[in-house]
């Protein structure tokens, strides 16, 4: 009796390494430290994170023992100089966040929360003697970061969230609440935006663990569970009350809403690159997996209707790339503005999400299992659409863009 095993998959995954996606070929463009970073991040992606990530992300935990594995690529702090950061090329970091998306949503949040939005805050609002107090031990990830911004009540009116802080001699009183707030359970360092009791304007404010390595009384983190996507990211509801924070963690330059917006600006690009990574990881395992399913006698890479969706995906996901790097030349030059960013988040997200959705379609029930990755990058995406700004707001600050009229307050 023939017996045919069914406790592995049909299809390997990896084979979709092998497959081109840069028909223009774009690659050419990365300078040398990009390319180098390309390297290094996707030769640990491949080693240490494809291998055990869909376990992570099933049970919904974090993989910390990653952490060290990625601390080691030195890209923490990206275009960040000085204070023992990297310095990294605008596109040698934005490309970091490709290939990382490329592996792992999950993980690709967790970095981009600490590297971007956490160092990002301090180096762009802090004073130098607040840079060289947190910077050095988060570029080398000694210290984790989480950056505490939106509310229950506020995602997309961030501008008007409500978390409270009051001055009493050398501290702040903090009160308030946040959500979805990637790695603040168990963060070291938290960026805590509040409105300021005294004069109304927003600031930021550096919660620290004390000397052993606990929360201070007032900071209360509760994981949120049951998600569908990003899975092996923690993010929690806060609860702040009576939140103590010595007045010398207070971002100096931090004054206004316009101030959090600098880094929000600053990052919103790096999510159309995190789509990219996305769609490339699934437009690449699409085509492996066409080569090698064989219907009706024969491969569905040789179908019409399978050559089809392939060659829609390819083009879409080329404009995607084109936008990416056009956005990058702008930021090198001076010339990125915010609707720039909202264009390139929006078209991006959009169509990083279709390419999945087609990867997913071409492989039928296979596309289902989380063994073929497909299925975690398309989930994955769904909150791409809808973090750091959601499709229907990036239209709107476009749109005000092009009217001259806002549609919002």
Known sequence: MTVTRTDRPAFEPAAGQDVDSDLYLLDELL??????????????VDRDLLPVINGYWERAEFPFELVPKLAALNIAGGTITGHGCPG??????????????????????????????????????????????WLPAMATMEKIGAFALTEPGHGSDSVSLE??????????????????????????????????????????????????????????????????????????????????????????????????????????????????GHAE???????????????????????????????????????????????????????????????????AARQGRWICQEARDIMGGNGLLLENHVARHLTDMEVVFTYEGTDSMQSLILGRHITGLSAFA
């Open 31 to 44: 300078d040398e430290q990009a390319r180098d970073v390309r390297d290094r991040v996707r030769a640990f």
């Open 281 to 347: 990881a699934a437009y690449e395992i699409a085509v492996a997996y066409a080569k090698q399913r064989v219907q009706f006698g024969r491969p569905i890479a040789g179908f019409q209707l399978v050559q089809n969706k392939l060659a829609n995906m390819l083009a879409q996901l080329t404009a995607v790339k084109l936008t990416c790097f056009r956005l990058n030349e702008l930021g090198d030059a001076g010339q990125m503005t915010g609707p720039m960013a909202s264009m390139a988040k929006m078209f």
């Open 163 to 276: 978390t409270s802080a009051r001055r009493e001699g050398n501290e702040y009183v903090l009160n308030g609440s946040k959500r979805w707030i990637g790695n603040a359970s168990f963060a070291d360092v938290v960026i805590i935006y509040a409105r300021d009791e005294a004069d109304g304007a927003v600031k930021a404010f550096v919660m620290e663990k004390d000397a052993d390595g606990r929360h201070p009384a007032g900071y209360m983190a509760e994981v949120i569970t049951g998600k569908m996507g990003k899975r092996a990211v923690l993010q929690p509801d806060i609860v702040i009350e009576d939140l103590r924070i010595p007045a010398a963690n207070r971002l100096e330059n931090c004054n206004s809403f316009k101030d959090v917006n600098k880094v929000l600006a600053a990052t919103r690009g790096g999510v159309a690159w995190e789509a990219l």
């Open 88 to 133: 990294l090329s605008r596109i040698a970091s934005s490309t970091a966040a490709a290939e990382l998306a490329r592996g792992d949503g999950s993980i690709n949040t967790f970095f981009g929360v600490h590297s971007g939005l956490a160092m990002g805050s301090i180096d762009m609002l802090g004073s130098e003697e607040q840079k060289q107090r």
